[in-house]
């Protein structure tokens, strides 16, 4: 396998998106071709009916972004930043801190309000555990849940400098809260979009995987030697049987987002297909990958260096990867979470 600079580009830096485009299907949508010499369309997510066919399984990702990002101050009055991952049961959260060194075990932390950065009443946090990679454990005394929408904010990633509203930083069909960030793919979709694609005889399913904070950790060093954050999956029977039976009968499986391509894959066995059910994955996909489920994907343009980026390596190819990226530069395409579009066929 390649080193870490075998996945790398140029972006100028005006071409990171700040803000999503509306209404969400004009985004731009470049259109590559997996096989053959190297050709592209360039669309807009709006034509995307014209490269379906009747009987494909477009599989989307319903996980919901959770107002994750707290503040917090200890007794003592030093600032804390808390980034919730997920509930490991009731009132005991797993969480990144910033500074973390200065949260050992025993810490007490006094939850803020965003607005004016008082103490909210009745709600902290005390630091139980510190788990690997720097992940804490922390016990919240007061009803989190309840009080999440009033204490949290977005967690947008750090490439994104404006102020986002949290309804534009969730796709239109998101159902199930757990994640830290959007699964982005998705957010280019309007109920007008999927209404046209039911009723070009495609069938739409959901699945959820909920992001955590590891879609913003940087590969450092050695690919082989990264390790990916567990992340939870949930698939419903009827969705494993919609895949599984498309790819008995010879039609498409196309993922909406890394996140979907990661949890079909994931669930995957031998002789068996997509098995139904929860499970947690850690699958870092990267050349050479042979794909068992997905056989299209829509994404958006990621990050040099990125785990996601070397997923799209792993499906496209590398060099027709790279090839299409600095196309799209030079096309003058939005990179990143609000960015545009790439669908592979």
């Given at each position: 396998?390649?080193?870490?600079?075998?996945?790398?580009?140029?972006?100028p830096p005006e071409q990171i998106?700040?803000?999503?485009?509306?209404?969400?299907?004009?985004?731009?949508?470049?259109?590559?071709?997996?096989?053959?010499?190297?050709?592209?369309?360039?669309?807009?997510?709006?034509?995307?009916?014209?490269?379906?066919?009747?009987?494909?399984?477009?599989?989307?990702?319903?996980?919901?972004?959770?107002?994750?990002?707290?503040?917090?101050?200890?007794?003592?009055?030093?600032?804390?930043?808390?980034?919730?991952?997920?509930?490991?049961?009731?009132?005991?959260?797993?969480?990144?801190?910033?500074?973390?060194?200065?949260?050992?075990?025993?810490?007490?932390l006094l939850l803020l309000s965003?607005?004016?950065?008082?103490?909210?009443?009745?709600?902290?946090?005390?630091?139980?555990?510190?788990?690997?990679?720097?992940?804490?454990?922390?016990?919240?005394?007061?009803?989190?849940?309840?009080?999440?929408?009033?204490?949290?904010?977005?967690?947008?990633?750090?490439?994104?400098?404006?102020?986002?509203?949290?309804?534009?930083?969730?796709?239109?069909?998101?159902?199930?809260?757990?994640?830290?960030?959007?699964?982005?793919?998705?957010?280019?979709?309007?109920?007008?979009?999927?209404?046209?694609?039911?009723?070009?005889?495609?069938e739409l399913r959901f699945l959820?995987?909920?992001?955590?904070?590891?879609?913003?950790?940087?590969?450092?060093?050695?690919?082989?030697?990264?390790?990916?954050?567990?992340?939870?999956?949930?698939?419903?029977?009827?969705?494993?049987?919609?895949?599984?039976?498309?790819?008995?009968?010879?039609?498409?499986?196309?993922?909406?987002?890394?996140?979907?391509?990661?949890?079909?894959?994931?669930?995957?066995?031998?002789?068996?297909?997509?098995?139904?059910?929860?499970?947690?994955?850690?699958?870092?996909?990267?050349?050479?990958?042979?794909?068992?489920?997905?056989?299209?994907?829509?994404?958006?343009?990621?990050?040099?260096?990125?785990?996601?980026?070397?997923?799209?390596?792993?499906?496209?190819?590398?060099?027709?990867?790279?090839?299409?990226?600095?196309?799209?530069?030079?096309?003058?395409?939005?990179?990143?979470?609000?960015?545009?579009?790439?669908?592979?066929?």
């Amino acid at each position: 396998m390649e080193g870490l600079e075998a996945y790398d580009y140029h972006l100028p830096p005006e071409q990171i998106a700040q803000e999503g485009v509306e209404p969400r299907d004009m985004a731009r949508m470049m259109v590559v071709y997996r096989e053959g010499p190297f050709r592209v369309a360039h669309k807009r997510v709006r034509d995307l009916p014209e490269f379906l066919r009747p009987g494909d399984v477009l599989v989307f990702n319903e996980s919901k972004v959770i107002p994750a990002r707290l503040l917090a101050r200890k007794p003592t009055g030093g600032k804390v930043e808390i980034l919730l991952v997920r509930e490991r049961s009731p009132g005991l959260w797993e969480a990144l801190l910033g500074p973390a060194r200065k949260a050992p075990p025993g810490t007490r932390l006094l939850l803020l309000s965003p607005k004016d950065l008082a103490p909210v009443p009745g709600l902290q946090a005390e630091v139980v555990a510190v788990e690997e990679d720097g992940v804490r454990l922390l016990r919240f005394q007061g009803d989190l849940v309840a009080h999440l929408e009033e204490v949290g904010e977005v967690p947008l990633p750090p490439y994104i400098k404006a102020k986002i509203p949290m309804e534009r930083y969730q796709t239109v069909y998101a159902r199930r809260p757990g994640s830290v960030a959007a699964p982005t793919a998705g957010l280019h979709f309007t109920p007008e979009l999927l209404e046209r694609l039911r009723e070009m005889g495609v069938e739409l399913r959901f699945l959820t995987l909920h992001v955590g904070p590891g879609t913003f950790r940087p590969v450092k060093g050695d690919p082989e030697k990264h390790e990916m954050h567990a992340e939870p999956y949930a698939i419903p029977e009827e969705v494993a049987e919609a895949v599984n039976r498309a790819k008995a009968e010879g039609r498409r499986v196309v993922a909406v987002g890394t996140t979907v391509v990661r949890a079909l894959e994931s669930a995957y066995r031998e002789g068996v297909g997509v098995v139904a059910g929860e499970g947690e994955t850690r699958l870092f996909i990267r050349p050479p990958y042979t794909f068992k489920v997905v056989d299209a994907l829509f994404t958006n343009f990621h990050l040099p260096r990125s785990t996601l980026l070397m997923l799209v390596a792993a499906f496209l190819g590398r060099e027709r990867t790279l090839e299409a990226y600095r196309l799209a530069v030079a096309e003058g395409y939005r990179f990143y979470s609000l960015g545009d579009a790439m669908l592979i066929l």
